[in-house]
């Protein structure tokens, strides 16, 4: 399926599952997964927010662990199962979602997608839930607004 | 009674109330969202006046020609405008109707009529939405993470745009080398403009790929010259200013016993999203979505810079990711209309990159305060005296004598842009927000010297000077009440008559169980302020550990905004400001070299984490028959000083230059 573009860069036909559902996107191979979502598929859920790695926005899960999408390229993702904040019928993150509503948890909610994906993850990881485990897990998610204590509550309520 | 500020250009019932859809009422309000819960609050006050269901009630999008113009969403004062507007507006509404219904009234001679400022409120005793927490209406949608920021607007044949940035501030572009560089098909166009420069795309990874090579290779004219972290004090002390005095009263003695200066550093908005605008022009027209928060001056200052008709430029405003301030969202606006005017009818989105946002949106003034005062022998202060410097907090779109949007200090017929102003002291001030202290003082003088030159651009962040202001006055409460040996909260008690403040104070006192026992190592610290002297009172007690760094352990609020509108939309609003207040006062510092801003990722611009938050408790005095206040902004200043404090008390350092990290705070012990 390869080939060469009349450039030097390698673009490529991908089949990805995403959301389960397979899907099609032709792309240069480095293209990190973030923009393949953003630019290519329209799930525009999973936020980009410094492209390094560095804040969480654009957390998703891949085989149900938590991965940056901003510094993971396309052609690592082969048949890995892909879910973003879009996926319905994640039942954790349903339950965290319905918890961040009834704690008003968020203000700008930017931050919120990658947080409820690594939630999610942290929530299946079966860990004890308590403030401290939740805090840890969220660590390398960064929230300007302030809203930490409700979020932290909220995925706590969720997991219990 | 006089018309709410925001109805004098905007006088008419339907400049506030649209009743065209059957059943349901638009609210027309000229100020936006950005993650404060303003639209909810808004809302509910539209809900109660009227008389109708919160669910019948939806916001129009603000958008120029059709919003009132409400210039700029900022410091706290949507509830006090827009909602004092539309509370006439609908209070109005709700007396002509009378018994008919709104909407048989706008199919038959309309509702273009004068708003009524005597038209009868309701009640508060009588209120069934308001002062009752309502859920956010913008919730639901950031959380499903459907379409809704302005990152997500997907138009048909939409480009994608990245900038290229010069290497440091003055620099400029000798050639971008483009030939060493094989353009993938996914390239559009690189957009030249003097020393602007953009990559346009068919996806972003393409652009920012280009851009990233583009860095590698162009050539740039660079200045040597421009701001250090080491040359940041000296620039404080010794930079030009103009010198106002803001309060003078007594006795003015130059020499005053007891001296103490107090700093804070440039500080980054680091907005989690990075800002983004689409323009597109059509023909003679030109459409912008932005985040801005003000699009009527921004469309003034883009039709400037254009030299055109601003009845050429349509803008749409659009949700960005949280907003705390000017950030870069009108440079954003600008560099998109630049970019898009070479792809005629096409919708061009620009996103800036994190190392765009961190390095070059506007920053928070670095400030500098001295304090002098002299005490009594009964422990009372006698004299006070608060000088403040530093650059102005407003380079707002069309505050200064030229445009002020970024690109056009970078494009070939732009120029640069100038030093910041402060707005006005009847909207609180900028350099001198808060500088005038609440506490009765016999002896008064208070000076503000906003610098004349501004090396690194400078405007508005949450609460503007108020974050150093109370930071200083209030630590240096407490350092004087060290030195008599008085209780920090007594002290201010004794030195404070406002009833109001008196509450706040004296209830933070009691959540936080004040004067308590606390193992070594461990310390409380109390701070207050009413922001601006006329919106939110809020004092606040941190509680702190301090081993190897300083770690806040709890925060107790007490917050008194007269009329609550949401109860838990304050709460998240206190809560909130506490908690960034937290971050800038213990982490947070831009750093330069040469004029370059090197702090512009997260690794060199670190800001709170979850691992490091306290537990926050709040508690609103409520006072349903006062004017409603913001409260956005008033938990900042407090905050900041009672961390402060709370070292003090907990290992007996007294840290004045923020932000308090391991270095600061080893270089203040005496």
Known sequence: ?160 | MVLPDSMVAAPLVSDWLDFSQPGMVGIKTGKVEFGQGILTALTQIVAEELGVGFEKCFLVTASTGISPNESFTAGSLSVQDSGSALRVASATARAHAGTNSYWDIEKGVGWAIPANPDAILKNPSDYSLVGLSRNRIDLDAKLKGITHFIQDLRPDDLLYARILRPPNRGSTLVDLSLEKITLSTEIEKVVVDGSFVAVVAKDEYSAQSLVTKLAQVAIWNQTPAGMNNASLMNFLDSALAESKVLQEFGENKTELPHQASYSRPYLSHASIGTVTAVAQWIGEMIHIWTQSQGIYPLRADIARALSIDPQRIFITHVEGAGCYGHNGADDAAFDAVLIAKHFPGRPVLVTWSREDELGWAPYGPAMKVHLAAQVDDSGEITHWSHRVRGNGHSSRPSTLASPSMLAYSHIENGSAILPAGDPPQPRGGGTGRNAIPLYDFKNSLIVEERLSEMPIRTSALRALGAHLNVFAIESFLDELASRTNQDPLEFRLRHLSDPRGRDVLTKVAELSSWGKELPEGTGQGIGFARYKNKGAWCAVVAQVDVEEDVKVSHLWIAVDVGLVINPDGVRNQIEGGALQSLSWTLKEQVQFNDGAVTSNNWEDYPILRFSEVPLVQTEIISRPTTPALGAGEASIGPTAAAIANAVNRAINVRVRNMPLTVTNIMASVE
């Open chain 1, 1 to 160: 399926m390869t080939h060469l573009s009349t450039t030097l860069d390698y673009m490529a036909d991908f089949q990805i599952r995403v959301n389960n559902k397979v899907v099609d996107v032709d792309c240069d191979k480095n293209t990190p997964l973030l923009w393949v979502l953003r630019n290519h598929l329209n799930l525009t859920g999973t936020r980009f927010g410094c492209g390094t790695g560095l804040c969480g926005a654009c957390t998703v899960l891949i085989d149900g662990t938590p991965i940056h999408s901003c510094d993971t390229p396309i052609w690592a993702i082969g048949n890995k199962s892909v879910q973003t904040v879009e996926y319905e019928e994640n039942s954790t993150l349903q339950r965290i979602k319905s918890c961040m509503a009834s704690e008003q948890a968020g203000q700008c909610g930017f931050c919120l997608s990658g947080i409820m994906m690594r939630a999610t993850a942290h929530i299946d990881s079966l860990a004890t839930l308590d403030r401290s485990s939740i805090a840890d897990a969220l660590d390398g998610h960064l929230c300007r607004c302030g809203a930490h204590n409700r979020i932290i509550e909220a995925i706590r309520q969720a997991g219990s």
